[in-house]
């Protein structure tokens, strides 16, 4: 089939055009294309710049572009080059306005404005590096949401996913012979999970691990019946603390995100629902 060329065009910083190729492309067992990313084109020769990278490696384009002029000069461009550029954002747009009976407001890079939705989501990201991996444990109780599990259950890429949605998530270690803080066990009014996953996977992942920082060295780190135990005594402990459970083990780290705010959203609601 030779290579595939996939060309992300924005007049911001073409987040938005990522995520909707990577949610397209695993649904196809293709191999995954040659992405050009072409951001932050706010003015005509950003867009002529463009085109000839398209011109020069030739395939689909996806865009995201408001201005009526840059966009038509974009749409023209790809006509004249025999390539197919598709507006990801027009059918929803047109969903939204007819339903909002309101025109849209073409203005590059709103959805990036520095509001307070912005700056919470600065705030919480703060938070998550600060209290990562058992830090700073004696303030926990600001956090919204504190993952516990046992070491590699990916605590800190979904602390970091959550906190990019604007959340305040710490994680803390469950380590062997090492009492869990007082502070995690009497938090009240925190979303507290815990996170588990396979022996198997786990152990592989752990050996892995070894093998990246080059350590050769038998240790209980990766021992298949240490990491059962492990394992064992984390569910326990999720049981008596009343905890809810999430099992990571063939998730994604959005697929362990969204269940944890199903979750969070839960409780809130419960919250809620008692406070009325």
Same mark, same amino acid.
């Not at 938005?16 to 020769?45: C, G, I």
């Not at 938070?127 to 444990?137: A, I, K, N, P, R």
């Given at each position: 089939m030779?290579?595939?060329?996939? *060309?992300?065009?924005? #007049?911001?910083?073409?987040?938005?055009?990522?995520?909707? !190729?990577?949610?397209? @492309?695993?649904?196809?067992?293709?191999?995954? $294309?040659?992405?050009?990313?072409?951001?932050?084109?706010?003015?005509?020769?950003?867009?002529? =710049?463009?085109?000839? /990278?398209?011109? !020069?490696?030739?395939?689909?384009? &996806?865009?995201t572009?408001?201005?009526?002029? @840059?966009? &038509?000069?974009?749409e023209?461009?790809? %006509?004249? &080059?025999?390539?197919?550029a598709?507006?990801?954002?027009?059918? !929803?747009?047109?969903?939204?306005? +007819?339903?909002? +009976?309101?025109?849209?407001? /073409?203005?590059?890079? %709103?959805?990036? %404005?520095?509001?307070?939705?912005?700056?919470?989501?600065?705030?919480?990201? *703060?938070?998550?590096?600060?209290?990562?991996?058992?830090?700073?444990?004696? =303030?926990? +109780?600001?956090? =919204?949401?504190?993952?516990?599990?046992?070491?590699?259950?990916?605590k800190?890429?979904?602390?970091?996913?959550?906190?990019?949605? /604007?959340y305040?998530? !710490?994680?803390? $270690?469950?380590? $062997?012979?090492?009492?869990?803080?007082?502070?995690?066990?009497?938090?009240?009014?925190?979303?507290?999970?815990?996170?588990?996953?396979?022996?198997?996977?786990?152990v592989?992942?752990?050996?892995?691990?070894? &093998?990246?920082?080059?350590?050769?060295d038998?240790? #209980?780190?990766? +021992?298949?019946?240490?990491? @059962?135990?492990?394992?064992?005594?984390?569910?326990?402990?999720?049981?008596?603390?009343r905890?809810?459970?999430? #099992?990571?083990?063939?998730?994604?780290?959005?697929?362990?995100?969204?269940?944890?705010?199903?979750? *969070?959203?839960?409780?809130?609601?419960?919250?809620?629902?008692?406070?009325?």
């Amino acid at each position: 089939m030779g290579t595939r060329h996939l *060309h992300l065009v924005s #007049d911001s910083t073409g987040e938005t055009l990522t995520v909707v !190729a990577n949610a397209s @492309m695993v649904q196809f067992d293709s191999p995954e $294309p040659v992405r050009h990313t072409w951001a932050m084109l706010r003015y005509k020769h950003q867009v002529e =710049d463009a085109l000839r /990278g398209i011109e !020069a490696n030739p395939g689909l384009v &996806l865009f995201t572009i408001v201005d009526p002029e @840059m966009r &038509l000069a974009l749409e023209k461009g790809c %006509r004249k &080059l025999g390539i197919k550029a598709v507006s990801v954002l027009d059918h !929803a747009l047109l969903a939204i306005g +007819d339903w909002l +009976d309101q025109p849209v407001r /073409g203005r590059p890079g %709103r959805q990036h %404005r520095m509001n307070e939705e912005y700056f919470n989501r600065i705030e919480a990201m *703060h938070f998550t590096l600060s209290h990562d991996d058992g830090q700073m444990v004696e =303030d926990l +109780d600001r956090a =919204d949401i504190v993952l516990v599990g046992v070491s590699r259950t990916s605590k800190t890429p979904t602390c970091m996913y959550l906190a990019n949605r /604007g959340y305040k998530a !710490a994680n803390v $270690p469950l380590v $062997p012979t090492v009492p869990l803080p007082t502070a995690v066990l009497g938090l009240q009014n925190v979303t507290v999970i815990g996170l588990t996953t396979s022996p198997d996977r786990l152990v592989q992942i752990r050996r892995n691990r070894l &093998l990246s920082l080059h350590e050769t060295d038998q240790t #209980d780190y990766a +021992d298949p019946e240490q990491v @059962m135990a492990e394992i064992a005594s984390a569910k326990r402990l999720f049981a008596r603390q009343r905890w809810p459970m999430i #099992d990571v083990s063939r998730k994604s780290i959005e697929e362990s995100a969204a269940a944890i705010l199903n979750i *969070h959203n839960r409780r809130l609601e419960e919250l809620q629902e008692i406070a009325e």
